[in-house]
């Protein structure tokens, strides 16, 4: 009963307001400590339940992470690539002549010999001995033709013979690969010969092969020793041969060989592939 009356005078009336917010103040402590076990299992499973979270996004961004890495690199590679077309593209322009752009698809692993297999063959009208380069300069020439393939030997090779010219003055010489990816000799250059280093050697036209002026290489070594008639002169290919992914197949719009014999038809009378006279 006394419940009830305080009960509807404090409804009625206010008046056990302060009696009321006193009582609440004193049992606070014992509210906050029975809940207590309640409050820290919420805690504690939220803490958990907040690190699962936390290591599934950390998962999910490092997947997504990788993704994107990759994507990069691809994004390089494409970039990379279109950049050596476009320097292909315009390296065709500067020829003037017909062209084919073909891609490299494997490199022979003999060390006696430097050819690669480049994806074009005679399905795309390549022929035996037709000349390839890259945006810098030449790199070789096909010596085997396949339907879908066909093989190029490269400037390098040791039995590769290419009659070139000094830019700078037009004296002929003939470039000899000597087995090395980076160099090339010059035999038969007489001591008081009139060149360089730097000089630029560039196919000459003769031999029949080539179309003249294509860069070849730069002179980067010349001992001359008294006593002996040739001096040792050493150049650097101009084409990058040891990373060229794609290459170009070159058709002369003005053939030089018109006036030589057909292989085809007379092949005893036609000097091996790769070597060539001046």
């Not at 010969?193 to 730097?198: K, L, Q, S, V």
């Given at each position: 009963?006394?419940?009830?009356a ?17 009582v ?7 509210q ?12 504690i ?21 990788l ?36 891609e ?16 074009k ?22 010596v ?9 030997l ?74 002996l ?29 018109d ?10 009378q036609?000097?091996?592939?790769g070597?060539?006279?001046?």
């Amino acid at each position: 009963m006394v419940s009830l009356a305080l009960m509807i005078i404090d409804h009625r009336e206010h008046h056990l307001e302060s009696v009321r917010a006193a009582v609440s103040t004193l049992t606070y402590p014992l509210q906050y400590i029975a809940s207590l076990p309640l409050s820290a299992g919420d805690a504690i499973s939220e803490i958990f339940s907040s690190r699962t979270r936390l290591q599934d996004e950390n998962r999910n961004l490092k997947r997504e992470n990788l993704l994107l890495q990759v994507h990069q690199q691809k994004m390089n590679a494409l970039e990379a690539e279109n950049m050596r077309l476009r320097n292909l593209l315009e390296s065709s322009f500067k020829i003037g002549d017909r062209v084919l752009i073909a891609e490299l698809m494997a490199v022979d692993m003999d060390p006696y010999r430097q050819q690669v297999l480049i994806n074009k063959g005679s399905n795309s009208g390549v022929f035996k001995g037709q000349p390839v380069l890259d945006a810098n300069g030449v790199m070789g020439q096909v010596v085997h033709v396949n339907r879908f393939t066909s093989s190029v030997l490269i400037v390098t090779d040791t039995s590769h013979a290419l009659p070139v010219q000094i830019n700078r003055n037009g004296l002929r010489a003939i470039a000899m690969g000597t087995g090395r990816i980076n160099k090339l000799t010059l035999p038969n250059l007489p001591n008081n010969a009139d060149i360089r280093e730097g000089d630029l050697l560039v196919t000459s036209g003769l031999g029949g092969r080539f179309p003249p002026g294509y860069p070849v290489a730069k002179v980067t070594s010349i001992v001359r020793e008294p006593g002996l008639p040739f001096a040792n002169v050493q150049a650097r290919p101009s084409a990058h041969l040891e990373r060229a992914r794609e290459v170009l197949l070159v058709w002369m719009l003005k053939p030089l060989n018109d006036s030589l014999p057909d292989e085809s038809e007379n092949p005893d009378q036609t000097a091996p592939a790769g070597k060539v006279s001046q």
